[in-house]
């Protein structure tokens, strides 16, 4: 079983930078693909990254390509997943999620996830 634990999110102008890291517990954790959601209100949960747990493949949404990075170091347990040029509709609460996640985000078999953190960008 993995625990995760979201960090890192706050408030930002738009055209900002945030970080945001995704602390696991657990041995295994080197073995799942990782990836990160986002919902903002209102509307429902998006895939927006992931990075898969053997070579380290990585896949994301259209909507942030080029303009977000997932990363992930084993040795940590940690995921990253760092945000440039935040933009108004960036605004969700993201969670990082653990387990066989495909390239477009969906979810096979048990899927682990954090508490999420908020990220709000001001226009």
């Known amino acids: 079983q993995v625990q995760l634990e979201e960090s890192g999110g706050g408030l930002v102008q738009a055209g900002g930078s945030l970080r945001l890291a995704c602390a696991a517990s657990?041995?295994?954790?080197?073995?799942?693909?990782v990836a990160w959601f986002r919902q903002a209100p209102g509307k429902l949960r998006e895939f927006v990254a992931r990075?898969?747990?053997?070579?380290?493949?990585?896949n994301y949404a259209d909507s942030v390509k080029a303009r977000f990075t997932i990363s992930r170091d084993n040795a940590k347990n940690t995921a990253y997943l760092q945000m440039n040029s935040l933009k108004s509709e960036d605004t969700a609460v993201y969670y990082c999620?653990?387990?066989?996640?495909?390239?477009?985000?969906?979810?096979?078999?048990?899927?682990?996830w954090g508490q999420g953190t908020q990220v709000t960008v001001s226009s």
């Open positions: 990075v898969t747990g053997g070579a380290g493949s990585t």
């Open positions: 657990g041995r295994t954790f080197s073995r799942y693909t």
């Open positions: 999620a653990a387990g066989t996640i495909t390239a477009d985000g969906r979810m096979v078999g048990t899927t682990y």
